[in-house]
T-cell receptor
Framework: GENVEQHPSTLSVQEGDSAVIKCTYS??????FPWYKQELGKGPQLIIDIRSNVGEKKDQRIAVTLNKTAKHFSLHITETQPEDSAVYFC???????????FGTGTKLQVIP | GAGVSQSPRYKVAKRGQDVALRCDPISGHVSLFWYQQALGQGPEFLTYFQNEAQLDKSGLPSDRFFAERPEGSVSTLKIQRTQQEDSAVYLC????????????FGDGTRLSIL
């Protein structure tokens, strides 16, 4: 089955700096890669996603890049704000299947 | 409401008791998913419904876990003869298609087994 690895497990940045979270996946048939933000006591909230026919996608301060050859994908948050502090999960879904495999999460702390 | 609704938010049970967790998906969403999230970990897939049909239950940890969605809307996850290792947050998600579409999560039920 699919295996998703995520690094780093914790990340502290100064407000205004950028944050980068990296993930790798094992199943070459995976073609959909969502990113979720989870705040304490809440469910995961979708913040951005990318499909395998696209190499990069951007939404305001958030961008995701995908390298299908290397099976890498990354989340980039620019101009970080304290409200960006949360746990972020990458995930992968195989084409034709509905099962999403999550990474182990990155706890992001933005220091004011 | 507009989002996925789960109840109860918190459940405490004694070891050996049966529990039932409810999920009310976003109206019109065809697909419904259950996940288990242990402390400090990512959600792990349990089972998936397309309408009332349970198409994948490969993630259910044992035969003590049972899920149903009889009318293709509300779903219930039942755990029989609970064990301490069942303590976790149980998340429900729904999506509006049977192809790869974003899954929208509820806030989960935190289950504690004493």
């Amino acid at each position: 089955g699919e295996n998703v690895e995520q690094h780093p497990s914790t990340l502290s940045v100064q407000e205004g700096d950028s944050a980068v979270i990296k993930c790798t996946y094992s199943d070459s048939a995976s073609n959909y890669f969502p990113w979720y933000k989870q705040e304490l006591g809440k469910g995961p909230q979708l913040i951005i996603d990318i499909r395998s026919n696209v190499g990069e996608k951007k939404d305001q301060r958030i961008a995701v890049t995908l390298n299908k050859t290397a099976k890498h994908f990354s989340l980039h948050i620019t101009e970080t704000q304290p409200e960006d502090s949360a746990v972020y999960f990458c995930a992968a879904m195989r084409g034709g299947y509905q099962k999403v495999t999550f990474g182990t999460g990155t706890k992001l702390q933005v220091i004011p | 409401g507009a989002g996925v609704s789960q109840s109860p938010r918190y459940k405490v049970a004694k070891r050996g008791q049966d529990v039932a967790l409810r999920c009310d998906p976003i109206s019109g969403h065809v697909s419904l998913f259950w996940y288990q999230q242990a402390l400090g970990q990512g959600p792990e897939f349990l089972t998936y419904f397309q309408n009332e049909a349970q198409l994948d239950k490969s993630g259910l940890p044992s035969d003590r876990f049972f899920a149903e969605r009889p009318e293709g809307s509300v779903s219930t996850l039942k755990i029989q003869r609970t064990q301490q290792e069942d303590s976790a947050v149980y998340l429900c998600a729904s999506s509006n298609s049977n192809s790869n579409q974003p899954q929208h999560f509820g806030d989960g039920t935190r289950l504690s087994i004493l």
